[in-house]
């Protein structure tokens, strides 16, 4: 673990922020209560060290740190974090407490970014014997994952899509981020809209540098802290 990595006083800080949005609303500047869930419990190394095991990976430091310092779920940018939670055994990570479809991490690839993302599944069609056919503006080859993988094609085609890589975030209304964990990338952040098939767009600074975990949030973070103020 990197010792370096220090989220002393954040949950405290998220906390002291919805409070402070609470008040307010309890004072007529705003209406119904907050949309950012609480906190769920810190993981403890040997859940983090079974998570790392069933997948094969170790997970960034800056989230590692977070898991086990600040919560395995909770607010975050946008609307909320995911949770990592252990279902029927098994780690995954949940969106809205749907436990149903927890979303596992597979780790067999880095995550392919958008502008290698055609040549990916050109790759993969032609693996199987299958030459594609032109490609769709739109779609990419999802009509040839159809094809070869009849109808399984389509979860065949998103799984590959986020391989590598975890759900981070729900943005609300289909949008995503996403948290890159196996790559040159890993670490960093990415934005994904809510089309059929969007681009993974980076996460930038007011700088432009590209932001990882710890970043991101804390930017989150501090906007809520001068909102609130």
Not at 16 to 21: D, N, Y
Not at 151 to 166: C, N, Q, S, T
Request: aromatic fraction near 12%; charge should be negative.
């Amino acid at each position: 673990m990197n010792t370096q990595i220090d989220w002393s006083g954040v949950r405290e800080r998220v906390i002291a922020v919805e409070e402070a949005e609470r008040r307010a609303r309890s004072r007529g500047r705003g209406r119904g209560q907050s949309r950012y869930p609480m906190f769920e419990p810190v993981l403890t190394p040997a859940a983090i060290a079974e998570v790392e095991a069933q997948f094969g990976v170790a997970l960034p430091d800056e989230y590692r740190t977070f898991l086990t310092e600040v919560g395995a779920g909770g607010p975050g940018p946008a609307f909320e974090l995911t949770s990592l939670r252990r279902i029927d055994g098994k780690w995954g990570w949940v969106w809205q407490n749907d436990e149903d479809q927890p979303w596992l991490l597979d780790p067999s690839a880095p995550f392919v970014e958008t502008e290698d993302w055609a040549d990916q599944q050109i790759a993969t069609l032609r693996a199987v014997g299958y030459e594609p056919a032109t490609r769709d503006a739109d779609d990419d080859y999802l009509d040839d994952y159809r094809t070869v993988f009849g109808d399984a094609g389509d979860d065949v085609w998103f799984l590959e899509r986020g391989r590598g890589a975890i759900p981070i975030s729900d943005n609300g209304c289909g949008m995503t981020s996403w948290l890159i964990i196996v790559g040159p990338h890993r670490g960093e952040l990415r934005d994904r809209d809510c089309a059929v098939n969007p681009p993974f767009e980076p996460y930038v600074d007011a700088n432009g540098s590209r932001h990882t975990f710890r970043s991101w949030y804390l930017e989150w973070l501090e906007q809520r802290e001068r909102a609130a103020r």
